[in-house]
């Protein structure tokens, strides 16, 4: 679906970003691919490797509408990952984080409309379920504009959907390559948040491929949430570094000790292999979330299912999550 086909990455210079790009490329021949972020050198840097001729560079903030407009002209599809998410620097400086990850929600939002772009795919975090801190909840402010933004868009096809997972196993920010830093400047030790700590993981490909896909199975309005591992962060430095012990440092402000990414009030429908979240309000373009625009069928979850990565019942191992380290 994406051969000749103009598609545009806000945030595309991320780890995301490239990993999309690469999969595009390898797999499609699309017309364009829209890199739109505001860093100058990672887009240079970005440029000296993917540099097909479909490759567009645009220099430019979510923050700003009318920049955002102009890179969305003829494009198709859109993947919205940029974002401000470090926890500690949102919890610091709030109102930069708000106008990124709200206020250029709501920009991206106009410009697909205004422009007719058939799909747009937001990307979330599991922070933005049952938020603690204000990353989260900026990120659960955006997957609600996304959502409703397919009550506003009229006769015109633009469909919005969101997709929510886990933690990226080695891409930045991960703890994964902390560890591996601290391992390479000869640490005797690993710091753990909590010993108990569990979160779900994900490598890149896997997060990518899930977006691909939900481009062909969204209607619009869902919120896509894949079946993945999870994993003790002590297992998970013990797979890293087996000789080395653990220092307790506490749980950081903001932090949870397992992450959710589904509440328990939550309307829910189960495929074999993800969740779909459905919208709490109805749109003009009433439809059936049971079965997705593929035509598979899924399985209503009444309200009281909550699925967090201490109650989930895939667990890796240290071996599998090895494999998976080396393989992202």
């Given at each position: ?241 087996p000789d080395l012990p653990h220092k307790i440092i506490g749980i950081r402000p903001g932090e949870k000790m397992h992450e959710v990414m589904i509440t328990e009030n939550d309307t829910v429908v189960e495929f074999s292999d993800y969740y779909v979240i459905t919208p709490t309000i109805q749109f003009a373009h009433i439809v059936n979330y049971d079965t997705n625009a593929l035509g598979q069928t899924g399985k209503e979850i009444g309200i009281g299912f909550e699925y967090n990565s201490l109650n989930n ?16």
């Amino acid at each position: 679906m994406f051969n000749n086909k103009n598609i545009l990455i806000t945030g595309g210079t991320g780890s995301f970003g490239k990993k999309y790009t690469d999969m595009i490329l390898e797999n499609y021949t699309p017309n364009k691919i829209i890199i739109f972020s505001r860093d100058e050198l990672k887009q240079y840097e970005m440029g000296q490797t993917y540099n097909a001729p479909c490759m567009r560079y645009f220099i430019g903030d979510v923050r700003d509408e009318d920049r955002v407009n102009e890179a969305m002209h003829g494009v198709d599809f859109v993947i919205h990952a940029a974002a401000l998410k470090h926890v500690p620097v949102a919890e610091y400086n709030p109102m930069e984080c708000i106008k990124t990850n709200i206020t250029g929600a709501e920009n991206v939002i106009k410009a697909a409309i205004k422009n007719e772009v058939e799909k747009v795919i937001a990307l979330s975090t599991d922070k933005a379920s049952g938020p603690i801190n204000l990353y989260g909840a900026t990120k659960l402010a955006s997957d609600k504009l996304f959502v409703a933004a397919n009550n506003i868009v009229g006769t015109r096809k633009t469909r919005f959907a969101v997709v929510r997972y886990g933690n990226v196993v080695g891409s930045r920010g991960s703890v994964v390559p902390f560890f591996k830093q601290l391992m390479a400047e000869g640490a005797t030790e690993l710091p753990i948040t909590d010993a108990a700590m569990t979160r779900f993981l994900i490598t890149l490909e896997d997060g990518v491929n899930f977006v691909l896909n939900n481009f062909k199975r969204m209607h619009g309005g869902e919120i896509f949430i894949p079946k993945i591992p999870s994993m003790k962060m002590t297992d998970l430095a013990k797979a890293l570094a087996p000789d080395l012990p653990h220092k307790i440092i506490g749980i950081r402000p903001g932090e949870k000790m397992h992450e959710v990414m589904i509440t328990e009030n939550d309307t829910v429908v189960e495929f074999s292999d993800y969740y779909v979240i459905t919208p709490t309000i109805q749109f003009a373009h009433i439809v059936n979330y049971d079965t997705n625009a593929l035509g598979q069928t899924g399985k209503e979850i009444g309200i009281g299912f909550e699925y967090n990565s201490l109650n989930n019942t895939e667990w890796l191992t240290k071996e599998e999550f090895l494999i998976m380290e080396q393989n992202s």
